[in-house]
């Protein structure tokens, strides 16, 4: 998304090379399969929640990051419609 809202030099350059590492990682990367391995299904739901807040919290003060403000300052539950 960032790269159709910017479009510049830059941008393109830079997720063309997260891509291109991406496919290149993917053709190289060994096929083992590991089958014995099971994980429990809170392993799943502590991963989805530490997104989450994490996403929430970058969400939050992108305008300290990037300059851009996405959600208002005040507004808490800023991820209710």
């Known amino acids: 998304m960032h790269l159709l809202s910017t ?3 830059r941008s393109i350059i830079l997720f063309l090379s997260f891509a291109a590492y991406s496919i290149i990682d993917l053709i190289f990367t060994k096929k083992t399969a590991r089958n014995e391995i099971s994980y429990s299904i809170a392993n799943d739901i502590v991963v989805i929640v530490v997104g989450l807040v ?6 939050y003060f992108h305008e300290y990051v990037s300059g851009v403000q996405i959600v208002e300052r005040g507004n808490l539950l800023f991820f209710l419609p």
């Open 7 to 9: 479009g510049d030099l």
């Open 54 to 59: 994490l996403y929430s919290i970058i969400l």
